[in-house]
């Protein structure tokens, strides 16, 4: 089974600090995605990546940036925490099969984020 | 504009009925469709999905969607709900728009009483 791992499943920041979202995945997956889930508005996409050093903004990207060094992990990274910020963020990846891949995406368990 | 719709925020069904979680969608050329649940604390996970052929699709733990193209649905169904599909569903498609995406609803909480 793929596993999709989140570093914190709980996390508390203060306003203006800068804050890491670890995310690894065991499955060799080329895709990884950052959203955020907010009740209501469903999940949006902030960054996603298809390899190593790549990245590509997403819906929502602004006062977010992303890391990808290493295949397995993909870090989300708040520049300046705001209390906008405050929500739960999901990490997830996919194999790559071309552009009209269907695979399904595999998701970690979350990290609820607040800022105070 | 593209986008999914889930115009049910809540649906309550009795434990052994059949359940239906409603999606709808708009998005040009021949979409992907997909289905996934989410459990209290816990991330998504998938049930099932549309790519071609039959209309209806099966999944996990007893879920079926049926594809509709002309009135662009793809509800959820269950012949007898459990207590423990209790949960939040969420109804995705997965579009071109200059690279390739997959957008979500807003989900749909599942309440099925004893």
């Known amino acids: 089974d793929v596993k999709v791992t989140q570093s914190s499943r709980y996390l508390v920041k203060r306003t203006g600090e800068k804050v890491f979202l670890e995310c690894v995945q065991d499955m060799d997956h080329e895709n990884m995605f950052w959203y955020r889930q907010d009740p209501g508005l469903g999940l949006r996409l902030i960054y996603f990546s298809y390899d190593v050093k790549m990245k590509e903004k997403g819906d929502i990207p602004e006062g977010y940036s992303v890391s990808r060094e290493k295949k397995e992990r993909f870090s989300l990274i708040l520049e300046s925490a705001s209390t906008n910020q405050t929500s739960m963020y999901l990490c997830?990846?996919?194999?790559?099969?071309?552009?009209?891949?269907?695979?399904?995406?595999?998701f970690g368990d979350g990290t609820r984020l607040s800022i105070l | 504009a593209q986008s999914v719709a889930q115009p049910e925020d809540q649906v309550n069904v009795a434990e052994g009925n059949p359940l239906t979680v409603k999606c709808t969608y708009s998005?040009?050329?021949?979409?992907?469709l997909f289905w996934y649940v989410q459990y209290p604390n816990r991330g998504l996970q998938f049930l099932l999905k549309?790519?071609?052929?039959?209309?209806l699709v099966k999944g996990s733990y007893g879920f079926e969607a049926e594809f509709n193209k002309s009135q662009t649905s793809f509800h959820l169904k269950k012949p007898s709900a459990l207590v423990s599909d209790s949960a939040l569903y969420f109804c995705a498609v997965r579009r071109y728009t200059g690279g390739f995406k997959t957008i979500f609803g807003a989900g749909t909480r599942l309440f099925v009483k004893a």
């Open positions: 997830a990846s996919s194999p790559y099969k071309g552009p009209l891949s269907n695979q399904p995406q595999h």
């Open positions: 998005v040009s050329g021949n979409p992907y």
């Open positions: 549309y790519i071609t052929g039959d209309n």
